[in-house]
């Protein structure tokens, strides 16, 4: 549905596993639609080992649905999504995402648990 091509690029934003059995686990790929319907995710962590994001729309084409990130400082981060951009992030961090109160996203999620 992306192609080989992309499939490639999101696979080298996943970190490398280091000793172990040798087996790089599951890998899980969802497309996610989401209507503005007024709800927030609140600040979770994933299950996953590592989380790999591709918007397939800008956050400038919704109102909302901004995704946010808890550093341990007590800060909150927002991290700037635009179409095609591949953010990949460890599952331990905390984030969340913001009401979307306007408009439709569109997103490529990927989930690698990884055998250690």
């Avoid at 084409?61 to 995704?67: N, R």
């Avoid at 341990?72 to 095609?84: E, Y």
């Avoid at 961090?93 to 996203?105: A, E, F, N």
């Amino acid at each position: 549905m992306i192609g080989e091509h992309s499939c490639g690029v999101i696979g080298k934003a996943f970190p490398q596993q280091s000793g172990g059995n040798g087996g790089d686990g599951t890998t899980v790929y969802a497309l996610r639609r989401t209507e503005a319907h007024g709800r927030w995710i609140g600040w979770h962590t994933d299950t996953a080992r590592c989380t790999v994001q591709v918007p397939l729309s800008d956050d400038d084409t919704c109102e909302g649905g901004l995704l946010l990130f808890a550093r341990a400082d007590g800060t909150i981060v927002h991290t700037k999504r635009r179409a095609g951009t591949v953010l990949a992030h460890d599952g331990r961090l905390v984030h969340g995402v913001t009401k979307l109160v306007r408009g439709v996203r569109y997103g490529l999620f990927v989930l690698r648990w990884v055998d250690e």
